[in-house]
């Protein structure tokens, strides 16, 4: 059985100018940040009593158009190299729209002189509403849920996810070493 190499998308494989907003209570963007900042102001409290935009991720044209206009991320050389071995490659990312995806993915793809085409069917984009999932307590038990579904649907034996998020590393790997599972493996990436 095949194993599956799945890639964070954002400052993983690929770093854009993509922004997230902050919005305070009269709707007034008050701070923009990258997805880095963002990840660690969510970690330290400092979003609380702000409400999260998203449009640079949701908006299917800006969210194809930032993608396809990327830099290269530090996970780029490892789909590089994946591409050559036996198995499938897909994204599992947290972004809202899993159509800008799939169109900008082999654009920004091939600018960066890379040769291979990831299957649409293995294109995750978990904030998309055509998702369900339970309610969970961090954003790293999404990426867990469908690795988890992943296994279990098959074909795949064993799965491998790069990403740039040490807390999505902690999260999996603690779930897996407390349910002795051995098949699924988080390879960190500095962002």
């Known amino acids: ?34 997805t880095n900042d963002y990840r660690d102001w969510k970690g330290q409290g400092k979003t609380e009593g702000f409400v999260a935009d998203y449009e640079d991720f949701a908006n299917v044209q800006k969210a194809t158009e930032l993608l396809v206009n990327a830099k290269p991320g530090p996970g780029l050389a490892i789909l590089q190299d994946a591409k050559e071995t036996e198995g499938d490659l897909g994204i599992l990312t947290l972004r809202s729209s899993e159509e800008a995806v799939v169109k900008g993915l082999p654009k920004f793809l091939s600018r960066q002189g890379v040769n291979t085409r990831i299957d649409p069917k293995l294109i995750f984009a978990l904030g998309d ?46 779930y897996c070493a407390s349910h002795d599972i051995k098949n699924i493996h988080v390879y960190l990436v500095a962002s």
């Open 129 to 174: 509403r055509k998702y369900s999932f339970p309610p969970v307590k961090i954003d790293s038990e999404l990426k867990l849920i469908v690795i988890l579904k992943l296994l279990e649907e098959g074909p795949y034996d064993s799965i491998l996810l790069i990403d740039d998020d040490p807390m999505h590393k902690r999260v999996i790997d603690e």
């Open 1 to 34: 059985m095949p194993t599956l190499t799945l890639f964070d998308l954002d400052d993983t494989l690929a770093i854009t100018d993509s922004k997230i907003k902050l919005r305070d209570a009269d709707g007034q963007v008050v701070h923009r940040l990258t």
